[in-house]
């Protein structure tokens, strides 16, 4: 409950678009959002924040969230707007994946927007490979394998 109101007000300070690819679908951020993010089990999920140089504002928040048998991770990730291109998302998608390598997740997966190029090109760069949604062409699975 405490890490609500810093949620809610860093979701207002990330682009519309970029919502929309973090949920995609959702462009505004509602209680019921910030509460599942705030409300997690510590062991299928997991949320991880970055803040500014006062460490008193969040600027990224990346979520793991896995299958009960751990064996897959999904990662999810959102940088404030006025902060992008700094380096958080790829600093984000690092911590997430040594957090799931140390988990014994053996594949972390993301499901972009295909107009998402910036967070595509980072997984990609990060060793990621694309593939096609099935069902919806509009969206790309990229996947990386953790090796033990």
């Known amino acids: 409950v405490g890490d609500e109101p810093a949620l ?14 973090r949920f995609l679908s959702v462009v505004r951020v509602g209680q019921e959002h910030i509460a599942a993010m705030t409300a997690i089990d510590h062991e299928q999920t997991e949320n991880f924040v970055a803040f500014d140089p006062s460490g008193e504002t969040i600027v990224g928040m990346a979520m793991l969230a896995c299958d009960p048998a751990l064996e897959t991770g999904e990662v999810a990730i959102s ?45 990609r760069e990060r060793g990621f490979d694309a593939s096609s949604y099935d069902g919806d062409m509009t969206l790309v699975v990229l996947q990386k394998g953790l090796a033990a």
């Open 8 to 21: 809610a007000q860093f979701f207002e300070k990330v682009t519309a678009e970029d919502r929309r690819f």
């Open 79 to 123: 940088v404030r707007g006025d902060y992008k291109n700094r380096g958080i998302g790829w600093e984000l998608l690092q911590h997430v994946e040594a957090h799931a390598k140390a988990k014994g997740v053996k594949i972390l997966m993301s499901i972009e927007n295909r107009a998402n190029k910036s967070a595509i090109q980072i997984e």
